[in-house]
């Protein structure tokens, strides 16, 4: 059976590898700034925005967008806050985006069934429009990477000395953070809100182990990534299984497999 000759497996899986892109370039900074809660963060109040959108008839994708920008921005407006204790914005964010998602749902019942495409992900659930949104949007996150590349690569091992040599460090971690939004935002359709933000850690956390300077391990992360996606996709298309955990579970075997082959090769 060739699974490429089903249309819906030809869009998941041109969504999948952009989306196998784009979040590891994202998540590379994530996890070298120590930041790698925020994905969570902002899934959960993506999930919000989703449940917002279902229950007001238009596009999850918006809703989910829009919720997550305004999170990014709120969380950037804590962490200045509390600049002693920043992890409390993560939970803050975390905490209330749950919050108000449980509450949509309960008001919106009747749409609990295509909330779990939403959470989990769904092969099916790729559509030509979102294709082409995906390839849009990642585009545009993509050029703003490469736009902010030196500053952030800069403020990523030396934030104060990055503001004194006259990068505007807020605008930077703001639009750093909207970005990260768009990321979830985009990636939900795939990997679904809870576990986006597997994509963007787990790939980076192999690449950190395996990458001899920093472009050497953002390659890696991407190369990780795509991998996780085919070979879950594929899974989940065999065994009729939820594609978000399948490439979660994908990039957690392959993270196992580097982290015990380095330990056999360090003895």
Not at 9 to 17: L, S, T
Not at 123 to 132: G, N, P
Request: hydrophobic share 60%.
């Amino acid at each position: 059976m060739d699974i490429l000759s089903y249309s819906f497996m030809q869009r998941a899986f041109a969504a999948g590898i952009m989306i196998a892109i784009i979040c590891p370039v994202i998540g590379t900074f994530i996890v070298l700034r120590r930041m790698s809660m925020i994905g969570d963060a902002l899934s959960h109040v993506s999930l919000a925005g989703v449940a917002l959108g279902m229950l007001l008839g238009f596009n999850p994708f918006w809703g989910a967008l829009i919720m997550s920008a305004v999170a990014a921005v709120f969380i950037e407006y804590l962490r200045n806050y509390f600049k002693k204790y920043a992890e409390i914005s993560l939970a803050v964010v975390m905490s209330g985006g749950i919050g108000l998602a449980t509450i949509l749902i309960s008001l919106g019942r009747a749409f609990n069934v295509d909330l779990f495409s939403y959470l989990f992900g769904s092969i099916v659930a790729v559509t030509d429009s979102d294709l082409k949104l995906i390839l849009c949007v990642g585009i545009f996150i993509i050029l703003s990477m490469v736009f902010i590349y030196r500053k952030l690569f800069y403020m990523t091992f030396d934030e104060e000395a990055a503001r004194f040599s006259g990068i505007n460090t807020g605008a930077v971690n703001i639009f750093f953070t909207i970005l990260t939004a768009l990321t979830v935002a985009l990636s939900i359709r795939v990997v679904g809100t809870l576990l986006v933000s597997s994509l963007m850690v787990i790939p980076a956390a192999v690449s950190i182990q395996l990458g001899k300077s920093f472009k050497s391990t953002m390659a890696i992360s991407v190369a990780v990534a795509v991998v996780s996606v085919v070979a879950g996709l594929v899974s989940s298309f065999v065994w009729d299984l939820a594609p978000g955990g399948t490439i979660v579970i994908a990039s957690v075997i392959i993270l196992a497999v580097v982290l015990l082959t380095k330990r056999r090769a360090d003895k």
